[in-house]
């Protein structure tokens, strides 16, 4: 089976685009020294670390008081993927003074394999550890006997995780549900660790690997780069192919409808901190504070904020938090977070240049602001945050990327073949607009051929590939859903797919539920019926077309629309490949051309005939656009002479 890993080069704003990977040992942490009691803030307790421990009115089992005992423990794979979180709901204190993170985690386990389940395999960073585990139920909670080891896994940045077994009282019964509560902390430093091991100088590991918890900067993306919150996976590494982008996609997909909710609270010393981004959401942190009479300086203080359930969607959970509010451009399309101020009018100019195409195409205005957070090294992205370096440069050098991230803040869809595809083909459309149609049309190229890669040959073996409702890895729902929309835009005309795509986009709430919407709305408003098209590219993965040129005829005739003679050429074309293809077929002399589409199903061969002025030089079958296993244009010379 053949795997790729998509590339940064291609893919700028991908948060899996890291090339060097390495593993590394636990660290040993300390407990934070006691907060004074004269700093201490009064009033309403926000956090609680004990507050779903038993208790005489509610316990159903006195609580476990020593600590979890550390010892290796045999566990196969198969057993560490047999669980999904369907739930999260996440209590957060962050201490940034410290570097430290306490989680009181509620969660929702379903068990995914065939047999009941006797014991819970769950993972952290090794960075943190594993304090109580209790069973949530109507009458209270039951807490849970556990054990812990540290594996070697590059789901986390530090190369390792810390994994605990936990025993149930009875086994969880195939396909059946648990509600459980856990509690964990540690110190969350920036590690490069997993990089470095394997030769990465440091300032480029530091580049791929910044999550930390600081007083200058709080940032944690998740499951690949930060284990912040309980997962349960299989170890992998980046060394090992592409083992870790394939896990993070396939575990986005799965648990992209788990219902998450996060309720935050972050410790600071003298300013306050402003927002708080979860999941690509922003919240303004509020200050709950008594010490008024203090100097700012030194007054400590308590910021809060709390992101109301709302299902996960295709990602990892990711938290930022932002010392000060963003500074927002002319246009008010970008709210930044940066010390570059001398680098947001370049960003203003570039935003307006890129406005009139996905005005054009997406609707009058965007639905949100695009947030960026100035951060060096490899960004990051979920839909309208993006977390990249902020820096003075030219606005047409900025555009082409800010056409994919604001197209985030004009349309999304919680399918990632939408989301991410609409962004992709703004990008594409902007590089059309501004650099020629041959431009485009040699990138998507470049791309395809990275696609062919990675599709099953001929399409005989879907279960290699992915469709694009079910894509979980970036070659699909990035490069291939930016094919399926270009072939769109031929099939029914560029006006109604822009209408379809402004439709959308208004009434998603009602449409975005059902992966078939987009294809309705889009017969609609064309009139024609496209099922076979979205049954071979959409919804199902045949692999791509393999297209040859089987056999060309001309044929001399007296009259051409009455104009003098010409020929008549037929042209017979042959599809070895798993998916239906409809394609130009091009018969030229110079600059003098004619073209007929002709749709070729799977396996199989179709014909057409052209009428042509003058003495036809060659024939072109496709044009570059629609992706193929090997060439995607195909010449032939035509040896023409009178019958």
């Known amino acids: ?79 560490r993927a047999a669980l999904a ?21 509620g969660f929702t386990l379903k068990n995914l394999s065939t047999q009941p389940l006797p014991r819970l395999i769950l993972q952290i960073s090794s960075a943190l550890q594993w304090e109580t585990f209790g069973i949530r139920t109507p009458a209270g909670i039951t807490s849970l006997p556990f054990t812990t080891q540290i594996i070697d896994t590059d789901a986390d940045h530090t190369g390792k995780a810390t994994e605990a077994v936990v025993t149930l009282p009875q086994p969880l019964p195939a396909g059946a549900t ?14 490069g660790e997993r990089l470095e091991r394997i030769g990465a100088p440091a300032d480029q590991a530091s580049r791929a690997d910044w999550d930390q918890i600081t007083q200058e900067r709080i940032a944690l993306r998740g499951f690949g780069n930060i284990l912040w ?20 996609g396939q575990t986005k997909l799965q648990q992209s409808p788990a219902l998450v909710r996060l309720r935050l609270t972050v410790e600071y010393s003298g300013d306050a901190p402003d927002a708080a981004f979860f999941c690509g959401r922003r919240e303004q942190l509020k200050v709950v504070n008594e010490n008024a009479g203090l100097p700012v300086a030194e007054s400590p203080g308590v910021a809060v904020a709390e992101f109301p359930e709302r299902p996960l969607g295709f990602r990892t959970m990711s938290l930022f938090v932002t010392d000060r509010a963003g500074t927002v451009t002319d246009d008010s399309l970008i709210s930044a977070v940066t010390n570059h101020y001398d680098a947001l009018p370049s960003y203003s100019a570039a935003a307006a240049k890129v406005q009139p195409l996905l005005k054009d195409w997406l609707g009058d205005g965007p639905l949100t602001t695009l947030y960026i957070l100035d951060q060096d090294g490899q960004p990051f992205e979920d839909d309208a945050l993006l977390v990249a370096p902020v820096h003075a440069a030219k606005a047409d050098v900025l555009a082409p990327s800010l056409a994919h991230s604001l197209s985030h803040a004009w349309f999304g869809s919680s399918h990632v073949w939408l989301d991410e595809g609409v962004a992709e083909f703004m990008s594409l459309l902007w590089l059309e607009q501004t650099q020629g149609r041959e431009t485009a049309v040699t990138q998507l190229q470049e791309r395809a051929r990275t696609l062919a890669l990675a599709e099953p040959a001929n399409g005989r ?17 990035r490069i291939k859903s930016v094919a399926v929309l270009g072939m769109l835009r031929t099939l029914v005309g560029e006006e109604t797919l822009k209408r379809t795509l402004r439709s959308y986009r208004d009434d998603k709430t009602s449409l975005d539920s059902d992966p078939k919407e987009f294809q309705r709305v889009l017969e609609r408003y064309a009139k024609r019926d496209l099922n076979w098209f979205f049954d071979d590219w959409v919804y199902h993965d045949r692999g791509l077309p393999d297209l040859s040129i089987a056999n060309v005829t001309p044929r001399a005739i007296d009259q051409v629309a009455g104009k003098g003679p010409g020929w008549l050429v037929a042209v017979e074309v042959r599809n070895d490949g798993g998916a239906v293809a409809d394609i130009p077929v091009t018969v030229r002399s110079g600059t003098l051309t004619a073209t007929e589409r002709l749709r070729i199903p799977a396996r199989s061969s179709a014909s057409t005939r ?24 195909h010449t032939r010379q035509i040896v023409s002479h009178q019958q």
Do not use: C, W
């Open 178 to 191: 648990l509600d459980l509560t856990t509690f964990y902390t540690g110190e969350v430093s920036q590690s």
């Open 1 to 79: 089976m053949k795997k790729i890993v998509v590339s940064s080069v291609l893919y700028p704003l991908s948060a899996l685009a890291v090339v060097l990977f390495v593993t590394s040992i636990a660290v040993t942490q300390t407990p934070p020294p006691p907060t004074p009691k004269e700093t201490q803030p009064h009033g309403k307790v926000l956090f609680k670390r004990d507050q779903d421990s038993p208790g005489p009115e509610k316990a159903t089992k006195p609580a476990e008081s020593k600590p979890a005992e550390k010892t290796a423990v045999e566990i196969a794979d198969a057993e």
């Open 610 to 633: 052209i009428v042509f002025e003058g003495t036809p030089e060659e024939v072109v079958v496709n044009d570059g656009t629609i992706p193929e296993v090997a060439a995607s244009i």
């Open 85 to 105: 979180f369907t739930a999260y709901d996440l209590d957060v204190h962050l201490t940034p003074a410290q570097s430290r993170l306490a989680v009181h985690a």
């Open 229 to 248: 919150y309980p997962v349960a996976a299989a170890p992998v590494f980046l060394g090992d192919g592409a083992s870790l982008f394939h896990s993070v």
């Open 461 to 477: 073996n879907p279960q290699e590939g992915q469709s694009l409702v079910q894509a979980s890895d970036e070659v699909y729902y």
